[in-house]
């Protein structure tokens, strides 16, 4: 597996059950997917992401990532507007593979209310839920 190993889900972040992952980043949030996601994903060969000032809905798709394997669908953890887009993932999507915490993010929101994250998995709920 490349990236991060299997069961190190970082603490400073909550997850969802559709293995995004939301950190705060000042008074931004970041977003991304996981380890265990990139992992079952295989290869990834593209990335497709909203634009800066699109509103995302919480639970609801806002972009597509493809693999050689197959295409899923990005799930928003919280609802918000999005500020910022990692366009580096345009011609490198493979740096989701690569480091999927850190340079793979993918786009950076305003919460529309922070009590939403509260409401995510932590860490080890995450880990509990994937059997890692």
């Keep these: 597996m490349t990236g991060a190993a299997a069961g190190e889900n970082p603490s400073d972040r909550r997850y969802t059950t559709e293995h995004e992952w939301i950190k705060a980043e000042g008074e931004h949030y970041v977003v991304g997917i996981t380890a265990f996601a990139q992992d079952q994903l295989g290869d990834i060969v ?46 490198e999507p493979q740096t989701v593979n690569d480091d999927p915490y850190q340079t793979g993010w993918m786009i950076k929101i305003r919460a529309d209310d922070t009590g939403e994250i509260e409401r995510l998995l932590t860490a080890q709920q995450y880990s509990e839920q994937t059997g890692e």
């Design 46 to 91: 593209y990335v497709e992401l909203p634009k800066v000032g699109d509103r995302i809905e919480a639970g609801k798709t806002f972009g597509v990532i493809e693999s050689v394997k197959t295409a899923s669908d990005l799930y928003a953890p919280v609802a918000g507007e999005v500020v910022e887009v990692n366009g580096g993932l345009v011609d």
